[in-house]
């Protein structure tokens, strides 16, 4: 059983257009996050969400906007994708509470604009 | 503000020798955890270790080893008699006491030649 899974693995679309990523996890964490990985590697957060609400928003355009329908789901949507959004984005889950525990990540997507 | 460094963007080593890998931190919080993931070459996040800012004790875990001095921020990993299954890209990161977020240094691509 994958304990945090992301769909689609690759996406592939033309600039202007709006797609979104899902995240599910079945570890019973209490908190999902969204993470960008450049082409150079470089990993940064985008977002953090703890029981539904959102508890970290790192500096991302408004464009992107994550959804969380429950604890288990983290689902991101990009409006007007640009070339510069082309990147892999993880997915991750973690229990802060009680006891705080590692980030369990996604196989991540590989989006790529064009 | 927090900050990982990853002096060593890439390291090459012949199969069976040992290789450590640094990292050096910055953080004003007295209380964080330090981890080292994994990404080989088909791209998923593998999370390797998460050590607490009051546990000093180096660590080993079969061919796996983690000195963590405080006195100098520094988390080092040290793999011994490398194998080429060990070639992938590897983060050391950062997260706040209680607090999830991940800073990640920028990588070390280590490969190991048959």
């Known amino acids: 059983d994958t304990a945090v899974s992301q769909?689609?693995?690759?996406?592939?679309?033309?600039?202007?257009?709006?797609?979104?990523?899902?995240?599910?996890?079945?570890?019973?964490?209490?908190?999902?996050?969204?993470?960008?990985?450049?082409?150079?590697?470089?990993?940064?957060?985008?977002?953090?969400?703890?029981?539904?609400?959102?508890?970290?928003?790192?500096?991302?355009?408004?464009?992107?906007?994550?959804?969380?329908?429950?604890?288990?789901?983290?689902?991101?949507?990009?409006?007007?994708l640009e070339l510069g959004d082309s990147a892999v984005y993880f997915c991750a889950s973690s229990r802060l509470y009680p006891g705080g525990t590692e980030a369990f990540f996604g196989q991540g997507t590989r989006l790529t604009v064009v | 503000a927090q900050k990982v460094t990853q002096a060593q963007t890439e390291i090459s080593v012949v199969e069976k020798e040992d290789v450590t890998l640094d990292c050096v931190y910055e953080t004003r919080d007295t209380t964080y955890y330090l981890f080292w993931y994994k990404q080989p070459p088909s791209g998923e996040l593998v999370f390797l270790i998460r050590r607490n800012s009051f546990d000093e004790q180096n660590e080993i875990s079969g061919r796996y080893s983690w000195n963590f001095q405080k006195s100098t921020s520094s988390f080092n990993f040290t793999i011994t008699a490398s194998q080429v299954v060990d070639s992938a890209v590897y983060f050391c990161a950062l997260s706040p006491f209680g607090n999830e977020k991940l800073t990640f240094g920028t990588g070390t691509r280590l490969t190991i030649i048959p």
């Open chain 1, 7 to 80: 769909t689609p693995k690759y996406l592939v679309t033309q600039m202007g257009n709006d797609k979104s990523i899902k995240c599910e996890q079945n570890l019973g964490h209490d908190t999902m996050y969204w993470y960008k990985q450049d082409s150079k590697k470089f990993l940064k957060i985008m977002f953090s969400y703890n029981n539904k609400e959102l508890i970290i928003n790192e500096t991302v355009p408004n464009r992107f906007s994550p959804k969380s329908p429950d604890k288990a789901h983290l689902n991101l949507h990009i409006n007007s």
